[in-house]
């Protein structure tokens, strides 16, 4: 029995299993009511600017703009979303830090748009994280966010000179890795050229892979707070661009400073180096996109030499090493194909169900990757492969 993507009995059966009766109930009326209430009310509100916002072409217009450098010398901040060109940080003088989301609003109450969303996403993305404020911080701090009367929210921790929020939209491999851990090479970029030492300011009580990550991508250079106050205003906010996927800096960036724990497999190896491991991404812990025939699919892909590995139970430096030695990756769509920012010529075969998204194949088109997409039947919140095809598949990827 299944009522739409977001919602099957085998997925709420497993949330179940894992949350327990009376959390699942409330994060299920809570996805109910941001998805069927308040997203497009929050949508409307942006639309027909009710909510005060700051687009990314004001924000250079009217703010102290650092960007990076372009390759030929030559500083620029374009409008173009996901382009090297359009690389900065801009700084909003009194900006309030708001934890809960990572969103930035001016002394004068508006919301930086840039600080959650790119600019070419709908109204209905940019306020997503708006509406966690709700159901996290109440009714009375949401009111007071959408009237821009910032000047009511409190605690406020004022303590602060530089603050730039390094929060992720959701508290995903995915968002942290992609979205989130790239800022750092804008941030240095802004250290270098100013002078001036921004503090980090990260979420309460991060889990293990996103301190690791952070630590193996130099976040620990950067003096240091994690998110306890409702609320922050600094001198300065600091708002990096949004990054919503990698551009070929970046995919170097990343490469570099994991150069330590690539073996040879590094930005300086040649084309001996050996990369012969071919890897299966499982989800078979996950709620939702598992492969509903994962033996056929293991039986199958044994013949080609792949191992299935379940990324969550790796510390984060294993993980880098095993998609830097990868010579191909095949594996369902989720957050574990993030970490293909740290592979080198490989060949991707990512496997979905009827919800077809972009996010690895632009990643794989900025690193060079060959890359391929196998579409399977729905099967409730999981996929059923058809294994004839994936063997095809598999066999122009690797054959």
Same mark, same amino acid.
């Not at 406020?156 to 939209?169: N, Y």
């Not at 979205?179 to 270098?192: A, G, I, S, V, Y």
């Given at each position: 029995?299944?009522?739409?993507?977001?919602?099957?009995?085998?997925?709420?059966?497993?949330?179940?299993?894992?949350?327990?009766?009376?959390?699942?109930?409330?994060?299920?009326?809570?996805?109910?009511?941001?998805?069927?209430?308040?997203?497009?009310?929050?949508?409307?509100?942006?639309?027909?600017?009710?909510?005060?916002?700051?687009?990314?072409? @004001?924000?250079?217009?009217?703010?102290?703009?650092?960007?990076?450098?372009?390759?030929?010398?030559?500083?620029?901040?374009?409008?173009?979303?996901?382009?090297?060109?359009?690389?900065?940080?801009?700084?909003?003088?009194?900006?309030?830090?708001?934890?809960?989301?990572?969103?930035?609003?001016?002394?004068?109450?508006?919301?930086?748009? /840039?600080?959650?969303?790119?600019?070419?996403?709908?109204?209905?993305?940019?306020?997503?994280?708006?509406?966690?404020?709700?159901?996290?911080?109440?009714?009375?701090?949401?009111?007071?966010?959408?009237?821009?009367?910032?000047?009511?929210?409190? %605690?406020?921790?004022?303590?602060?000179?530089?603050?730039?929020?390094?929060?992720?939209?959701? @508290?995903?491999?995915?968002?942290?890795?992609?979205?989130?851990?790239?800022?750092?090479?804008?941030?240095?970029?802004?250290?270098?050229?100013?002078?001036?030492?921004?503090?980090?300011?990260?979420?309460?009580?991060?889990?293990?892979?996103?301190?690791?990550?952070?630590?193996?991508?130099?976040?620990?250079?950067?003096?240091?707070?994690?998110?306890?106050?409702?609320?922050?205003?600094?001198?300065?906010?600091?708002?990096?661009?949004?990054?919503?996927?990698?551009?070929? /800096?970046?995919?170097?960036?990343?490469?570099?400073?994991?150069?330590?724990?690539?073996?040879?497999?590094?930005?300086?190896?040649?084309?001996?180096?050996?990369?012969?491991?071919?890897?299966?991404?499982? @989800?078979?812990?996950?709620?939702?996109?598992?492969?509903?025939?994962?033996?056929?699919?293991?039986?199958?892909?044994?013949?080609?030499?792949?191992? %299935?590995?379940?990324?969550?139970?790796? %510390?984060?430096?294993?993980?880098?090493?095993?998609?830097?030695?990868? /010579?191909?990756?095949?594996?369902?769509?989720?957050?574990?194909?993030?970490?293909?920012?740290?592979?080198?010529?490989?060949?991707?075969?990512?496997?979905?169900?009827?919800?077809?998204?972009?996010?690895?194949?632009?990643?794989?088109?900025?690193?060079?990757?060959?890359?391929?997409?196998?579409?399977?039947?729905?099967?409730? %919140?999981?996929?059923?492969?058809?294994?004839?095809?994936?063997?095809?598949?598999?066999?122009?990827?690797?054959?």
């Amino acid at each position: 029995m299944q009522f739409g993507t977001h919602f099957s009995a085998r997925k709420l059966r497993r949330k179940l299993d894992a949350s327990g009766p009376w959390a699942t109930c409330a994060a299920s009326a809570e996805l109910l009511s941001r998805k069927l209430l308040f997203t497009p009310l929050f949508a409307t509100l942006l639309e027909r600017r009710a909510l005060g916002a700051v687009s990314r072409e @004001r924000l250079l217009a009217t703010h102290d703009v650092h960007p990076l450098q372009s390759p030929d010398g030559r500083q620029t901040a374009g409008s173009d979303a996901d382009s090297e060109s359009s690389r900065f940080v801009v700084a909003v003088p009194g900006g309030y830090v708001l934890p809960g989301s990572g969103g930035v609003f001016t002394a004068d109450g508006e919301f930086v748009v /840039e600080s959650v969303a790119p600019p070419t996403m709908d109204a209905a993305y940019k306020t997503i994280p708006l509406i966690g404020h709700l159901f996290h911080d109440g009714p009375r701090f949401t009111l007071d966010l959408l009237r821009g009367d910032v000047r009511s929210l409190g %605690p406020v921790d004022d303590s602060a000179d530089l603050l730039c929020p390094l929060i992720p939209r959701y @508290r995903n491999y995915y968002h942290w890795t992609v979205e989130t851990l790239p800022k750092l090479r804008l941030l240095d970029t802004f250290r270098r050229e100013t002078g001036r030492e921004p503090t980090l300011l990260l979420p309460d009580d991060p889990p293990s892979w996103m301190l690791e990550s952070f630590r193996i991508l130099g976040g620990e250079d950067f003096p240091i707070r994690h998110a306890r106050a409702p609320v922050y205003r600094a001198d300065s906010a600091l708002v990096p661009a949004f990054v919503y996927t990698i551009t070929a /800096e970046d995919y170097e960036w990343f490469r570099r400073l994991t150069a330590g724990l690539r073996g040879n497999t590094d930005a300086n190896a040649g084309d001996d180096t050996d990369r012969s491991r071919r890897i299966y991404v499982s @989800r078979a812990g996950a709620r939702e996109r598992r492969v509903h025939n994962d033996a056929a699919v293991l039986d199958a892909l044994d013949d080609y030499g792949f191992e %299935p590995y379940r990324l969550e139970e790796l %510390p984060v430096a294993e993980q880098v090493r095993l998609f830097a030695d990868a /010579e191909a990756v095949v594996g369902p769509h989720g957050a574990g194909l993030s970490n293909l920012v740290y592979s080198e010529d490989v060949a991707v075969v990512e496997l979905f169900g009827s919800n077809v998204k972009d996010n690895f194949a632009r990643i794989a088109e900025t690193a060079g990757f060959e890359y391929h997409r196998l579409q399977g039947r729905q099967d409730g %919140p999981d996929i059923d492969v058809d294994v004839s095809r994936l063997r095809e598949t598999v066999e122009r990827a690797v054959g």
